[in-house]
């Protein structure tokens, strides 16, 4: 009988160690992952734009994250056509940086005051002071993947 109480109390004890050091494996993993998407984060403050010309148009994209705030403005041949500022959030996964955007509204052009809630994300990476970005690549994103550099 002694036997089976200590058998049971050892299973209860390392059953407990197990879910402890389970949490505290989880609760670091969970510090990492906030460290590297603080980084991250950091790294996207700024000013990004991205330029081309469609149609003899000159267009230009300006990006600016200050925060957890960004506003695309757009301008075709030098005028403000379109601009909109939204929340966002980033997170460094295993795989790829995510970018995640809400409680968007438009602040500039035909549309203005116009809201879009979201959440809306897609992937993105900056690298060697260019940032991409892929759109429509996750999962319930309509239409053919979208690439954008910055």
């Given at each position: 009988?002694?036997?089976?109480?200590?058998?049971?109390?050892?299973?209860?004890?390392?059953?407990?160690?197990?879910?402890?050091?389970?949490?505290?494996?989880?609760?670091?993993?969970?510090?990492?992952?906030?460290?590297?998407?603080?980084?991250?984060?950091?790294?996207?403050?700024?000013?990004?734009?991205?330029?081309?010309?469609?149609?003899?148009?000159?267009?230009?994209?300006?990006?600016?994250?200050?925060g957890n705030k960004e506003t695309v403005s757009y301008f075709r041949n030098g005028m403000l056509t379109r601009a909109h500022q939204v929340e966002i959030e980033v997170a460094a996964t295993e795989h790829f940086n995510l970018f995640t955007f809400k409680n968007g509204v438009v602040i500039a052009g035909p549309d203005k005051g116009d809201k879009f809630a979201g959440p809306h994300s897609y992937a993105f990476k900056i690298e060697d002071n260019t940032w991409y970005e892929v759109m429509q690549l996750l999962k319930g994103g309509k239409g053919r993947p979208n690439v954008n550099q910055y």
């Open positions: 009988m002694r036997y089976d109480t200590l058998t049971r109390c050892q299973l209860a004890a390392l059953l407990g160690t197990l879910l402890f050091s389970a949490a505290l494996f989880s609760a670091a993993t969970a510090t990492a992952d906030e460290s590297a998407s603080d980084k991250l984060l950091a790294e996207c403050q700024g000013t990004w734009i991205r330029t081309n010309a469609n149609n003899g148009a000159k267009n230009r994209v300006v990006k600016v994250i200050e």
